[in-house]
């Protein structure tokens, strides 16, 4: 008997450093990313560290990495959380994928959440390899701001549709109805297919990656006269491919990457979209960390139509490298509000239920919404143009503490404010907006102007 329990401890300890083994072994790898799998309570080991989900809600997950716990949103648009050594950043989660009804793009999250884990010290898409895929030649400039971000969530409220968006959808406002800013190849690979569309204009290609097997870049509304490349053609890192269609009131870029373990047709080029975002963002600034915009002075539109401003609609939460977004927490399920268009005017809809009547419907636990801009310290001029173009409103401002007047609106009104000096001390202008105490009207906010003034 003193001799099988000695035996039978070291298979259990055989048995643990088995699992572990295979616990730590990631679904894919593209670049020096590995993407990992987690259902709360599972465990990974990485380079050492060990990663624990610990909690999962809404858009948040609670993460304890070595000895560190953490909370890290799903990145629709945010940057890698740096720790232990490592850099990592949620994919995606249940929640977000619970959002849509192209359920499809999000086929690679087999568990709670998918997380995207890499070497702190190492380029997450090593740039002797990748190349960001929008050329810089002809004065390309990305902010990043567009409403069109990994899984961001879009609703149409006359068709009853709902989706997670596939990919990321760069705005070329400086390029609509023109052959300017090439779409480049992000990597060595071959031209797998070129489909272009019946009544001509607009091309899809997709590409197969030379270096990880699997993944599929997606280059979609592409203007077909200009497309450089044709079938089972090799590409280089950096090679043109075309340019984006567009006419005088529309032009981006959509691109995605995917995994399959076959070759995605045109109807299946969205299934299985991996989350990039982070590394587009590398790949563009050459870094993810430590990133911080500040404004002293600025003219801020909401809700706008993508004629008239690109896709940029400022209806989603703050991020440290924009300088400017709204507070939310936990409690908004797309982690964004309503965004209203009427041809080339706008707004945000805020009210205590958001996205009401859709997966994403959420209760605002505050009577208001806040709005922050990330400044330097001092004395600024402000004001605020509000109402609703679609619907009666009624909100209250304040301004870093200083109220202004209640607008109760009829559809489609809007007023601006009185100008109001307010002073600065945490380097964080923050606009409030209160809602309905009765709940009956939206607010609506359209745009916010702001200068230094001393």
């Avoid at 404010?417 to 307010?422: F, G, Y």
Wanted: with cysteine.
């Amino acid at each position: 008997m003193k001799r099988i329990f000695p035996i039978l401890l070291l298979l259990g300890l055989l048995g643990t450093t088995f699992k572990n083994v295979a616990q730590t072994k990631p679904d894919f790898l593209w670049g020096n990313c590995a993407y990992f799998s987690l259902n709360v309570g599972d465990s990974i080991l990485y380079d050492s560290t060990s990663v624990q989900l610990l909690s999962v809600e809404n858009q948040y997950n609670q993460l304890k990495v070595g000895a560190d716990t953490l909370e890290v949103k799903v990145s629709g648009r945010s940057l890698p959380h740096s720790v232990a050594g490592l850099q990592l950043f949620v994919a995606d989660n249940r929640n977000v994928k619970a959002l849509a009804d192209n359920t499809f793009i999000h086929g690679l999250l087999k568990k709670d959440i998918l997380l995207c884990i890499s070497d702190r010290n190492r380029e997450m898409l090593d740039k002797k390899e990748f190349v960001f895929p929008v050329s810089f030649n002809q004065g390309f400039v990305w902010d990043g701001e567009e409403d069109t971000y990994m899984f961001s969530y879009l609703y149409d409220d006359q068709q009853k549709k709902y989706e997670t968006y596939p990919g990321i959808g760069i705005d070329l406002k400086d390029a609509r109805g023109i052959e300017k800013h090439w779409l480049v190849a992000i990597a060595n690979s071959t031209v797998v297919w070129v489909d272009k569309a019946k009544d001509g204009g607009t091309a899809c290609v997709l590409l197969a990656s030379d270096s990880s097997p699997g993944i599929y870049y997606v280059y979609d509304c592409l203007y077909e006269k200009t497309l450089e490349v044709k079938k089972e053609q090799k590409l280089m890192r950096g090679e043109l491919i075309g340019t984006a269609w567009g006419n005088a009131n529309w032009g981006h870029a959509h691109l995605a990457v995917v995994r399959n373990d076959t070759i995605p047709s045109f109807d299946d080029r969205f299934v299985n979209c991996v989350n990039f975002f982070p590394q587009l963002y590398e790949l563009y600034y050459a870094y993810t960390y430590s990133a911080s915009k500040s404004y002293s002075k600025g003219k801020i539109s909401f809700g706008r139509a993508a004629s008239h401003l690109g896709n940029d609609k400022n209806n989603a939460a703050f991020e440290e490298y924009l300088g400017k977004g709204w507070i939310f927490g936990r409690w908004n399920r797309s982690d964004k509000v309503e965004a209203v268009s009427v041809r080339e005017g706008g707004n945000v809809r805020l009210a205590k239920k958001v996205f009401s009547g859709t997966p994403a419907e959420s209760i605002n636990p505050n009577d208001y919404f806040e709005y922050e801009i990330n400044v330097r310290n001092g004395v600024y001029r402000i004001r605020a143009k509000v109402g609703d173009l679609k619907a009666e409103s009624w909100q209250k401002i304040e301004y870093e503490g200083v109220p202004d007047k209640t607008f109760s609106l009829p559809a489609g009104e809007q007023k601006w404010t009185d100008e109001r000096t307010v002073r600065v001390e945490d380097r964080k202008l923050t606009v409030r907006v209160y809602i309905d105490p009765e709940n009956k009207k939206a607010a609506g906010l359209s745009e916010i102007v702001f200068q230094m003034v001393y």
